[in-house]
């Protein structure tokens, strides 16, 4: 006999038959599932019909308008008659009237909500606890960003000295009501005496540049405009700093058109955006973007070009010790990584994934750019970043999901670890070649 039968027949009567009912509806399909099955098996039936009653007797949306807007691409014709919407909303009262409407709704329904009071209090816990940004020393003068916990944007405030008594330098939730103005970047020149700062205003990668007096906390006259994806280097002397920008758009399409034909310029304190000294372009190449920093000894300017957001990059170098001297080519062909680290005299120090998927640490001889010398070989572990400070590299590596760092000599000999407090995410290890904090 079988076993199973065997046993079935041990159960009385009634159990099996209750058993057999649960069997019987678990295979049945559901009211709901026939429903669907129905639907699927009838090509001409648009599910959305039982939807959109549904939602609109919950909801009551407004109508969108529609535009006869239509696009050739290439011989194909696509309609978009929603384009209306893509003006900008503190432009347009039409896109901000349907933003107020589509929040009214969805406010309505948020409010509502029984739970809602209950997480925004426990998220409100959750998130207040005072965050600190990596601190940068220039001069005497400590630079850093703080939030108390529950601020929109987090507070720049410099000090004086590891003992000193920090100082509000720039607070951007003052900036406007609604939290749309934003403190984006922002580099101190050398011995902290001024900060070039940009300000993002609604989410736009645009930026609008500002020089503060760190002393006074006066702004300078000096203002510049669209510039986007750029960095902000300051030369030696802190006199002016190098930065790229893009030509400045047709009103009409400011947040529309491409990105094309950024260039490096060089902007002298106190001088009009218009008198800057163009210092590199690449005409014949109007989709390449470009880096700049000046080495720690203020000899060179390190142009990193790049083309999209790979991390492959052409590396271009021009000595800043001599009056106008040519940009010089050093990486060619946007194949691998090459970030520049420091320069020692002529030799420069790239982090790089050249022949080596997880990086590691090169030096290359500008009176000699063939030969390319490692100086931290690859390891194991996938190497982060590399940081000069005085006469050590600070290498930081991901090591079983946790983060390790180790100190080299410039001749990428090991002389320690640097011991974290715990299992966890670190980030910075960078500093001065001439300073050892």
């Excluded at 098996?41 to 535009?67: G, N």
């Excluded at 003068?141 to 916990?149: A, D, E, M, V």
């Excluded at 400011?254 to 002298?268: C, D, E, I, P, R």
């Excluded at 372009?281 to 720690?296: A, I, K, T, Y």
Aim: charged content about 25%.
């Amino acid at each position: 006999m079988n076993s199973r039968l065997f046993c079935f027949s041990k159960f009385p009567l009634l159990i099996f038959a209750i058993l057999l009912l649960f069997f019987l509806a678990a295979c049945s399909p559901s009211a709901e599932e026939t429903v669907e099955s129905e639907v699927q098996a009838d090509t001409e039936v648009d599910v959305r019909v039982a939807v959109e009653p549904v939602l609109s007797s919950i909801w009551s949306y407004p109508q969108t308008e529609t535009v006869d807007v239509v696009d050739d691409y290439h011989g194909e014709m696509v309609a978009d008659p929603y384009r209306w919407l893509e003006d900008d909303v503190r432009e347009s009262e039409d896109v901000a009237a349907w933003v107020t409407a589509q929040n009214e709704v969805t406010d309505g329904y948020l409010n509502e909500l029984d739970m809602r009071p209950y997480f925004t209090e426990r998220l409100g816990e959750l998130w207040n606890y005072e965050r600190v940004g990596l601190p940068v020393k220039r001069g005497d003068l400590y630079f850093f960003s703080r939030n108390n916990g529950l601020q929109n944007q987090s507070v720049l405030y410099v000090q004086e000295g590891l003992d000193g008594l920090p100082r509000v330098l720039i607070d951007p939730n003052e900036w406007s009501e609604d939290g749309t103005i934003s403190l984006a970047q922002w580099v101190p020149g050398p011995e902290g005496k001024y900060l070039a700062y940009g300000i993002q205003d609604g989410g736009s990668d645009w930026r609008t540049w500002r020089i503060l007096d760190v002393a006074t906390g006066e702004l300078l006259e000096d203002e510049l405009n669209w510039l986007k994806f750029t960095s902000v280097a300051w030369d030696e002397a802190g006199e002016g700093f190098y930065y790229s920008r893009y030509p400045a758009p047709e009103t009409e399409d400011k947040f529309q058109s491409l990105n094309l034909n950024q260039k490096v310029f060089y902007h002298a304190l106190g001088s009009s955006q218009d008198d800057n000294v163009l210092i590199y372009e690449r005409p014949d190449q109007p989709e390449w973007g470009f880096f700049s920093s000046v080495s720690d000894d203020g000899r060179f300017l390190v142009i990193t070009m790049f083309v999209g957001t790979d991390n492959r990059y052409q590396v271009a170098y021009k000595d800043l010790t001599v009056e106008d001297s040519d940009v010089q080519m050093l990486i060619e062909g946007f194949e691998h990584d090459y970030t520049f680290v420091a320069n020692q005299q002529r030799t420069f120090y790239f982090y790089s994934n050249d022949g080596a998927p997880k990086y590691q640490l090169i030096s290359i001889d500008l009176d000699n750019p063939t030969e390319r010398k490692v100086i931290i070989a690859e390891s194991e572990h996938a190497m982060q970043g590399v940081g000069r400070i005085a006469d050590h590299f600070i290498a930081s590596y991901l090591a079983d999901a946790k983060s390790q760092a180790q100190v080299f000599d410039l001749q990428g000999e090991v002389v320690r670890e640097v011991e974290l407090p715990g299992i966890g995410s670190a980030v910075g290890f960078s500093g001065n070649s001439d300073e050892s904090e």
